[in-house]
């Protein structure tokens, strides 16, 4: 990608009241996935939702200032996984305690932990990924792309190979495994998703 121009005014159409609108739907899924781009409301209305019905919610943060959005809202220990880069997590820990802790990752995501959130899948760029809960932290690598060709798409592929494992009964760190794998093929790819992408792919690339 060289440019891109986006109009995010079409998010504010995300309201409350179109949450309501779904709300059975939202009550048979397996999971419910959100970003920082809809409005606090929107996201308080998501998570309630989610709460009535005890579905669990994924958050990913989008950008430092709307990953903050579900404190601001109120709402951020009622998400199951958040899925932030190191600067992200920084910003979150700051405005739940005031510190960042000289950028300690342990200490940060025991934070976060201890503020009700389930899981932390800290993204870290070419050193891979973090993965937390209270009983559990492990670290993995990254699986090393043939070559880089584009690097958009892929911390969301990442995203949607987890919430994968996720959907199909996966552990966590398979999960992980499966995020990891799709961002591999994103950045071996000009397209964000990577248009060769499939389950039987994927499976090869985790073994």
Do not use: W
Request: hydrophobic share 40%; glycine share 6%; with cysteine.
């Amino acid at each position: 990608m060289i440019a891109a121009i986006a109009d995010m005014k079409i998010f504010d159409s995300f309201t409350p009241k179109l949450i309501l609108k779904y709300e059975e739907k939202i009550k048979q899924s397996n999971i419910c996935i959100f970003d920082g781009n809809i409005p606090e409301e929107t996201m308080k209305q998501i998570c309630d939702t989610c709460q009535k019905y005890e579905v669990p919610t994924f958050f990913e943060p989008t950008s430092i200032s709307k990953g903050l959005k579900p404190i601001k809202a109120k709402v951020f220990h009622t998400i199951t996984y958040i899925s932030p880069n190191l600067d992200e997590l920084l910003a979150m820990v700051e405005a739940l305690c005031g510190t960042s802790f000289d950028r300690d990752v342990k200490k940060c995501i025991s934070v976060v932990l201890e503020h009700g959130v389930k899981v932390v899948i800290l993204k870290l760029g070419e050193k891979g990924v973090a993965v937390a809960s209270k009983d559990i932290f492990h670290e993995f690598l990254p699986y090393p792309p043939k070559e880089i060709v584009n690097v958009t798409g892929a911390g969301d592929s990442l995203v949607a190979g987890f919430v994968y494992g996720l959907t199909i009964g996966a552990t966590l760190e398979q999960c992980i495994k499966y995020g990891l794998g799709c961002a591999k093929l994103s950045l071996e790819n000009q397209a964000a998703i990577s248009p060769y992408l499939t389950p039987d792919l994927l499976e090869k690339i985790c073994q």
